[in-house]
């Protein structure tokens, strides 16, 4: 194993607000500080923002942090204001030998120019489909603007990352060069059938009721509203874990729904497990990091045949894959899976079985190739010029 870099990491979020940039940036920050390299984070400022973060193997990571405000309507998700030159200074204090960009759009495509400028290589993962976002908040005439910018943003990388196929088609289809596979790690050390817990269950679920969650934001790109199809059927309860600017009206739209708020770690992981189904109906996934660990947690998935799903569900093995926009499709496999324990459990241990071997050490790995591979086509291309 190849030791000793020094990684810039540029992440989009907030670190304070946990979702699946920021979360993957941790991670990944975890694996690496515990490698023997250096780290350095750059990200938006917010509530509860620290200087730097504490990883898993004890080090102390600097977090550079800029000035950001709050997006109007969704207070969670952060719009940071710095400039490229002052990321370039940033840069020439670090030297970093190779610059991740996590989820890039502005913080991410100033960072982009920042880099260029000084001549170092560029690796940016492609997570969140924010031209699919637009149209969900009723913003449908910034699409083209927004892949506009992401092509931009990902054409002046040397390595451009997608977490499914799904997504590699999509960002090919929009002219985005250089595209390669990486998907998410899972942990399966806190992810287990293993914290199913009754106690826990019987909060939210009578003995004769099967136990529906869903765990994500709670916002229009996340069609949590579809779980109406499941909300009202006999034996049936469904919990929502997370937060986010639609609760209220889910609540009134859901009144029979556990809303269990935001979880974290072992409770979070406890909450997942102690379920019989989980249920993601977004249409709009890139990956599904969330079904991951569900299926770490011995649940089959139900969700739509579209994006990043398609990769991690095996219908009729782990799961049931529905098509998007026909909710009685949900609701016939949710009917299957919940009414019939000895399919609903086998389902659910071949789940825990497929993502055995997609814990985040063997993914870190697997993006430090993708940086020296960035490395040295920069090095390449910078020897013709």
Known sequence: MLEGMRILLVSESALAHLN?????VLRVADHFAASGDELEIIAPAGPGTERSVRTACGKQVNVHTVASAPMPGYSDVRIAAATATSLRRRMEEFRPDVVHLASPMLLGGR????????SLPTVAVYQTDVPGY???????FLENASWQLLRDVHNRCDVNLAPSQAARRQMHEHGIDRVELW???VDTSLFSPSLRSAELRARYASSEEKLVVYVGRLAPEKQVGDLRVLHDMPGVRLLIVGDGPEKEALRRRLPRAHFAGFRTGTDLAAHIASADLFVHPGELETFGQTIQEAMASGLPVIAPRRGGPVDLIAPSRTGWLYTPGMLDELRDHASDLLFDDAKRRAMGRAAEESVHKRTWPVLAEQLRGHYLRATARHGAVTSLR
């Open 134 to 140: 637009t149209a969900r908040y009723g913003m449908p």
């Open 183 to 185: 998907r998410r790690g």
């Open 20 to 24: 699946g940039v920021s979360g993957s």
């Open 111 to 118: 960072a982009a120019v920042a880099a260029q400028k000084l």
